[in-house]
Nanobody, 125 residues
Framework: QVQLVESGGGLVQAGDSLRLSCAAS????????LGWFRQAPGKEREFVGA????????YYADSVKGRFTLSRDVAKNTIYLQMNTMKPEDTAVYYC??????????????????WGQGTQVTVSS
């Protein structure tokens, strides 16, 4: 069992920066992928980025590449999503997710078995 708790969401203006945190507990993350997804009201949940815990390899959606950065703190069992040059279209509830590495693509929500409660991010024009 893995518990995930997101924090750091809030209201910012376009062009500003924000950092989200996701603290994990309950199980070692050595063989896990951890991802960030986001969902705007009435829209599909979409992939933002992911990090392979044991190697630190990262993957990003084209829409955020160059602006967002994923990182991890092994000692704290925590991942971060640094969001720079934010745009109104980044507005969404952001979810942290964890899943054991498998044959399912790391970019797919189906690869993740554990989800946090989400944190709201709003970017004003």
């Amino acid at each position: 069992q893995v518990q995930l708790v997101e924090s750091g969401g809030g209201l910012v203006q376009a062009g500003d920066s924000l950092r989200l945190s996701c603290a994990a507990s309950g199980r070692t993350l050595r063989m896990f992928d951890l991802g960030w997804f986001r969902q705007a009201p009435g829209k599909e949940r979409e992939f933002v980025g992911a990090i392979r815990w044991n190697t630190g390899a990262t993957y990003y959606a084209d829409s955020v590449k160059g602006r967002f950065t994923l990182s991890r703190d092994v000692a704290k069992n925590t991942i971060y999503l640094q969001m720079n040059t934010m745009k109104p279209e980044d507005t969404a509830v952001y979810y942290c997710a964890a899943g054991v590495q498998s044959t399912i693509s790391t970019l797919s929500s189906r690869a993740y078995s554990y989800w946090g409660q989400g944190t709201q991010v709003t970017v004003s024009s």
